[in-house]
């Protein structure tokens, strides 16, 4: 606000402003000259700054310029309130007395003083402070709370607390002035109690001013306003972090609101997914050739082998001790058929060669056996299974499977494709596949093939699909799991995160 005013007027607005509101009332009644017309104007100021309050408030939520210009209105309407009754030619426009500056610039420092609070707390201390600021003679206790006293905050003590002997005082004052209905204003010699109830609500706050008439007349002009102001305050402050998220939601949920409504009809791949599994594209099994004992193993499972590599020996003792016995048999039978032969005894002799035969034949595959003692690889690959450390020495069964070797050059992924979305999945649509165990970037690859038949693979129905994949550096071992996604056709993307809850919705409803 802008004052134009003589060189005196400045001076005693300088001097009035530091002055105690006893002096500036003194200083106003002799300016006047009229003690009576004093109090008609101070009437009319009061019930003028009244009517004005409700501006005053809704200003507040406002911006600055917006406070400034309805206190602005408010000073011309009280400069008008304070020239009703005068003569005629004392209706000329004025510049404000040291009295109405002095009165103005208190109730505008009050109001600011609260708006800047950032809660009811600290707007009580601003109102305390400002009312009877530490330096006057004047004593402010202002309290907080509903039926009882919560909050009790003296102008020259500070806060006190609620173990103290003022707070136990006041404490009792504040519950019997808020019972005390209609009274907005007690005295009691020279201490006054001004109740500010809140306007819509069960809050209450009390005002106690010791000391200082002016300030008590002051407050209570100002009644109406000053109540307004405090209560429009929140009752806690945020952070500033929350109080800048806070203005700022309203933008983020038109954002957020809009981008959903744009995810929900945007065209997306219907996604399927799916457990993977590694299996071998080719897998031999080494078992026993004939009925032995085992004498030594060279792998285990895990073991890189290449083709013809030896991986366990039979033990072939067995073997010669009945080949040795064979061979002298078939000499023993050779030496009769010559004896037969020598005696003309055609008969015999033919019935013991077909006996030698018959020897040599189990002597031939005994050392077939013998040669074959060592079980080598048929294939390049990996052992899969067959750990025989512990077999040493045990005979084996003519058929027995030792071990399992896989070849690792090509692999094979099994998709386990749910059945209920097996209607968009087809052959040839694009895959993606993670394997947990090598980590890394995914494999993108088409779905060779799809089985038509269900299968029931860790109790859960599922249709398997295959896809050859290479393993050149090795990274991809048999059983290996992982995470698929199999892409199917265009939906909306709300379309593919709701479709199976609609279905079952829609399900359990008898549609």
Not at 203 to 229: F, K, P, Q, Y
Not at 354 to 369: C, F, Y
């Amino acid at each position: 606000m802008n004052w134009q005013a003589s060189g005196h007027d400045a001076e005693m607005i300088g001097n009035g402003s530091k002055a105690s509101r006893e002096d500036l009332v003194r200083g106003a009644s002799a300016r006047d000259g009229d003690a009576g017309a004093y109090d008609s104007t101070s009437e009319s100021i009061t019930k003028a700054l009244d009517r004005d309050s409700e501006s005053i408030t809704k200003a507040l939520d406002a911006d600055s310029e917006s406070i400034t210009k309805a206190l602005d209105d408010a000073v011309a309407k009280l400069q008008a309130a304070a020239r009703v009754g005068m003569p005629a030619e004392a209706e000329q426009p004025q510049p404000p007395t040291p009295l109405e500056a002095a009165y103005v610039a208190s109730t505008v420092a009050l109001v600011d003083g609260i708006c800047q609070a950032g809660n009811r707390r600290g707007a009580l201390e601003s109102m305390a402070r400002l009312i009877c600021p530490p330096q006057t003679s004047g004593h402010v206790r202002a309290g907080l709370g509903g039926k009882q006293l919560r909050w009790l905050y003296d102008s020259k003590l500070g806060w006190m607390g609620s173990d103290s002997r003022v707070f136990e005082t006041c404490k009792s004052d504040f519950s019997a002035i808020v019972r005390g209905e209609g009274e907005q204003r007690v005295e009691e010699g020279t201490l006054a109690s001004i109740k500010l109830p809140q306007p819509k609500g069960g809050g209450n706050c009390v005002l106690w001013i010791d000391n200082d008439r002016a300030a008590v007349s002051w407050i209570h002009s100002v009644h109406e306003t000053v109540t307004n102001v405090f209560w429009s305050r929140p009752h806690h402050s945020l952070p500033t972090w929350m109080s800048a998220m806070a203005a700022r939601t309203k933008s983020w949920i038109l954002v957020i609101v809009v981008g959903l409504a744009l995810l929900s009809v945007w065209p997306a791949r219907y996604r399927i997914a799916c457990e993977a599994t590694v299996e071998t594209s080719g897998q031999r099994f080494i078992a026993t050739p004939f009925e032995a004992s085992l004498k030594e193993v060279f792998v285990r499972p895990g073991d890189q082998v290449e083709a013809g590599q030896v991986l366990l020996v039979l033990d072939g003792r067995p073997l010669r001790l009945e080949q040795e016995s064979l061979q002298a048999e078939l000499q023993q039978a050779a030496k009769e058929e010559d004896v037969a032969r020598s005696s003309r005894r055609i008969a015999d002799a033919q019935q013991i060669a077909l006996k030698q035969r018959k020897l040599q034949r189990k002597i031939d595959l005994i050392e077939s056996r013998l040669q074959n003692l060592n079980v080598v690889s048929p294939i390049s690959g990996l052992i899969v299974s067959g750990d025989l450390q512990r077999n040493i020495g045990m005979p084996l069964e003519r058929g027995q499977t030792l071990m399992e070797v896989a070849a690792m050059e090509e692999m094979i992924i099994e998709l386990q494709i749910p059945e209920h979305e097996i209607g968009f999945a087809t052959e040839g649509m694009e895959t993606r596949i993670k394997i947990d165990a090598i980590g890394g970037s995914s494999m993108f690859m088409p779905l060779d093939e799809i089985f038509p038949a269900a299968e029931v693979r860790e109790d859960k129905n599922v249709f398997v699909g295959r896809m050859k994949v290479g393993n050149q550096d090795g990274a991809l071992r048999p059983g290996m799991r992982g995470e698929a996604t199999a892409y199917g056709p265009m939906r909306p993307w709300i379309w593919s995160w709701t479709r199976s809850w609609v279905e079952r919705a829609m399900w359990w409803i008898g549609y």
